[in-house]
T-cell receptor, first 110, second 116 residues
Framework: DAKTTQPTSMDCAEGRAANLPCNHSTISGNEYVYWYRQIHSQGPQYIIHGLKNNETNEMASLIITEDRKSSTLILPHATLRDTAVYYCIVNLPQGGKLIFGQGTELSVKP | GAVVSQHPSRVICKSGTSVKIECRSLDFQATTMFWYRQFPKQSLMLMATSNEGSKATYEQGVEKDKFLINHASLTLSTLTVTSAHPEDSSFYIC????????????FGSGTRLTVV
């Protein structure tokens, strides 16, 4: 079973920041938090990952709480092309199986 | 970056026939690949883990005789759906793990299988 819980759906206005929450209260000390997204009828795309520090790359920022029981993916300026299902997954960095939960369906609206 | 090529992107086959789906890592070697299935409006469901040079490991409830997996080289894994039935119609996706990268899972673009 997936180890994360996410809201089923969210809306965001184009140009605004999209903040996608994820709960992972049973995460173990050596598991990372990964975020992927899936645009309709495509394979999942890697976005970002982190262990305990906040992370930022060209796509997004990842904020992990100090107790590591939850995290938030931030898309700073959402565009219509960011409309997708976003998956939060906890996993070991090597050798683990990516188990997908239901994800959050993000709709970016004009 | 790492690229995984999946072929074909779409296939239609008749009931009772077999269909082979290929998953290739183009610019890296993948000792481990994963196969997923996704039904409409649902999440990805892991079917099996494919290990180069050894037998695949199937998730509970997945019929290994129906979904044959071969990982004969470090860059190619194949999934064969044998004796396909309409209920096997689905979106099949592979992923490959790139050793040495701590985000090392790259996904193929998926194969839409329709069994008529």
């Amino acid at each position: 079973d997936a180890k994360t819980t996410q809201p089923t759906s969210m809306d965001c206005a184009e140009g605004r920041a999209a903040n996608l929450p994820c709960n992972h209260s049973t995460i173990s000390g050596n598991e990372y938090v990964y975020w992927y997204r899936q645009i309709h009828s495509q394979g999942p795309q890697y976005i970002i990952h982190g262990l305990k520090n906040n992370e930022t790359n060209e796509m997004a920022s990842l904020i992990i709480t100090e107790d590591r029981k939850s995290s938030t993916l931030i898309l700073p300026h959402a565009t219509l092309r960011d409309t997708a299902v976003y998956y939060c997954i906890v996993n070991l960095p090597q050798g683990g199986k990516l188990i997908f939960g239901q994800g959050t369906e993000l709709s970016v609206k004009p | 970056g790492a690229v995984v090529s999946q072929h074909p992107s779409r296939v239609i086959c008749k009931s009772g026939t077999s269909v082979k789906i290929e998953c290739r890592s183009l610019d890296f070697q993948a000792t481990t690949m994963f196969w997923y299935r996704q039904f409409p409006k649902q999440s990805l469901m892991l079917m099996a883990t494919s290990n180069e040079g050894s037998k695949a490991t199937y998730e509970q409830g997945v019929e290994k005789d129906k979904f044959l997996i071969n990982h004969a080289s470090l860059t190619l894994s194949t999934l064969t759906v044998t004796s396909a039935h309409p209920e096997d119609s689905s979106f099949y996706i592979c992923s490959a793990e790139q050793t040495g990268l701590d985000y090392g899972y790259t996904f193929g673009s998926g194969t839409r299988l329709t069994v008529v």
